[in-house]
């Protein structure tokens, strides 16, 4: 059986905000607590200690400039957008979460574990090369791809399934041919990217692949996407490893989204990718927190995420039922764009 490489420090609860704020420490200890009620039920665990990314490894994704500025905000307390504050420990922390998730990459490509589990704070995949947004300091789940790719990973995909387009992420990769970036996401919604269209530039045209969701889209919904979608570009792809930005904020309580995603839906999901792919990326899948801000939902999405891991345990695919005319169109739209690139 696969062992499951835990990530996790003190350092991330101490990124605090100045004021209430629904990206709060307390996300983390839902999170822990969900995984500690899924401990009976799932893989061994193999806990390792996280430690602070390199310059390097920032480098590969964020330019000079912005890492020099949030530099400067060590210590402080402020806001880099509207959305966005830093408080004392949030500099160190961001940079910590960055390199547990360069660390989890190296526990999966040495083979100490066969899939692995970030929880981090603050969440990254809205971060841009050159600058914060959305929650995000640092691009966590980019700056592992680009490990990967560093360690010798040919192809590396990355499964956001967050209820927010993960904007950052796709601009890191956006003309990367080797770094296939899936992302399902509420549309029209915040940032306001990721549209089916949003399909790459130059030699990573055709590695981008968007699936802008209606509101409303539940466990059914999404697992056509995933059926009709994802699997099969996943499939030819054939990535050595894969990494999910696994936010939980398209739950149907998240009081940020209009989803109606359920824990079910997410360990379908999960389930999918861990045990549907070819050769290359079996027992190399590695998840980070992203986004969930309903603190229940969040700790029993992840417990069940995990739980799905589990090849030993049985895993329920959502009934299937037809769809809502409005969520058909969404996959067609998406299907129609991407045949141009994929078999589908």
């Known amino acids: 059986m696969h062992a499951l490489a835990l990530f996790d ?4 609860s101490e990124h605090r905000p100045d004021g209430p704020h629904p990206e709060c420490p307390e996300r983390l200890d839902a999170a822990r607590a969900g995984l500690l009620k899924s401990e ?11 430690r602070d990314a390199s310059d390097d490894e920032l480098g590969r994704v964020h330019d000079e400039r912005y890492l020099v500025s949030l530099g400067q905000a060590a210590g402080k307390h402020g806001y880099l957008d509207p959305d966005t504050y830093f408080g004392p420990q949030s ?3 961001a940079r910590r979460a960055a390199g547990a ?13 066969g899939f692995g589990l970030a929880l981090l704070r603050p969440p990254g995949h809205h971060a ?7 929650f995000c300091l640092l691009n966590n789940v980019a700056v592992a791809a680009a490990h990967a790719r560093a360690r010798g990973a040919e192809r590396v995909l990355i499964v956001d399934w967050d209820v927010h387009h993960g904007n950052g992420t796709q601009e890191m990769f956006y003309a990367d041919p080797n770094v296939l970036f899936v992302s399902l996401h509420q549309f029209p919604f915040y940032p306001g990217t990721g549209t089916a269209d949003e399909v790459g530039e130059g030699e990573g045209r055709g590695f981008t692949v968007n699936v802008p969701l209606s509101a409303g889209a539940d466990d059914a919904v999404y697992a056509a996407a995933f059926d009709r979608v994802v699997l099969p570009v996943a499939a030819q792809f054939d990535p050595d490893l894969v990494l ?12 940020l989204a209009s989803m109606a995603l359920t ?8 389930a999918s990718l861990a045990h549907a792919l070819p050769r290359g990326a079996e027992g190399r899948l590695g998840l980070v927190l992203e986004g969930g ?7 029993a999405s992840l417990a069940a995420t995990v739980c799905a891991l589990d090849d030993s345990l049985a895993h329920a695919a959502p009934a299937k039922r037809d769809l809502s005319a409005q969520h058909e169109a969404d996959l067609a739209r998406v299907m129609a764009v991407q045949s141009t690139y994929w078999k589908l």
């Open 9 to 12: 420090d003190p350092l991330f």
């Open 40 to 50: 009976p039920h799932g893989l061994p665990r193999l806990r390792l200690s996280a």
């Open 91 to 93: 500099v160190a922390a």
């Open 101 to 113: 998730a360069a660390q989890m990459v190296e526990a999966l490509l040495d083979e100490q574990a």
């Open 128 to 134: 841009r090369p050159d600058r914060a947004m959305g």
């Open 244 to 255: 999910v930005s696994a936010g939980f904020d398209a739950h149907e309580r998240d009081p």
């Open 263 to 270: 824990e079910q839906g997410y360990e379908h999901m999960a």
């Open 293 to 299: 801000y309903d603190l229940s939902a969040l700790g």
